[in-house]
């Protein structure tokens, strides 16, 4: 990677405000400045990952409450909110970041959340990629550690060198997640694209009694 695009993956976007006093705060709770840059991106990953519980079900499509700055402070987040926090934690820290998307197909998801999308299929589920020792590498902070324990999969872990990609199979050896489409990766959300594509795949969503129009939220309980 060149300096030039070093350079773009290290500024604040409008999501990825990673020049915001609360990212700023959040990172050096969790990082030290004498750690080295994989230290710091493996301590930020398990910051994010377990530090917001995983919660599909309520999706807030206002800019304004997609900026990581925003979304720092709540307690629970879906993986594209959690993929957004991380790529601002990481630029934060002086590691050039980006975000990226795809559709995966969860085999053994919750009744629950498949009577909320009304399919076993994640469209747009996000995560981060980091710089490091001159190579790209994934790392997917979506389910925390206590909710994979509840689904009975071992949590991803992550070392800064390896990608940390979904878990293909749960403990008992049976199909988890697989991938069935590749977005790419960006240097920030692109906002319009997700939008379109979960009305795409989900038109019940935004038809439904679950989204208020005026509050662009999807509430589902």
């Not at 377990?50 to 709540?74: C, H, R, T, V, W």
């Not at 993929?83 to 629950?112: D, S």
């Amino acid at each position: 990677m060149n300096k030039t695009e070093n350079k773009k993956y290290l500024e604040p976007t409008f999501f990825i405000n990673s020049d915001s006093a609360e990212i700023h705060d959040f990172v050096y709770k969790n990082i030290s400045t004498k750690d080295d840059d994989i230290t710091k991106a493996v301590k930020l990953y398990y910051a994010v990952r377990d530090g917001f519980f995983y919660n599909p079900y309520y999706l807030d499509f206002k800019k304004e409450a997609m900026q990581a700055s925003y979304l720092i402070n709540k307690k629970t987040a879906y993986c594209i909110e959690k993929a957004i926090i991380l790529a601002a934690t990481y630029r934060n820290a002086g590691l050039p970041a980006r975000i990226g998307f795809a559709n995966v197909r969860n085999h053994i998801g919750t009744e629950k959340l498949e009577t909320f999308l009304g399919s076993n299929l994640l469209v747009f589920h996000g995560y981060a990629e980091v710089f490091l020792d001159g190579k790209w590498v994934k790392s997917t902070p979506a389910f925390n550690k206590e909710l994979c324990e509840m689904l009975n999969v071992e949590p991803l872990e992550f070392d800064g060198k390896n990608d940390s990609v979904f878990q293909e199979y749960n403990k008992l050896g049976g199909k988890f997640m697989v991938y069935e489409h590749y977005y790419g990766e960006f240097d920030d959300l692109p906002y319009d694209l997700m939008v379109s594509e979960l009305k795409k795949h989900y038109p019940h969503l935004f038809e439904s009694e679950h989204f208020d129009k005026e509050k662009l939220v999807v509430s589902f309980k």
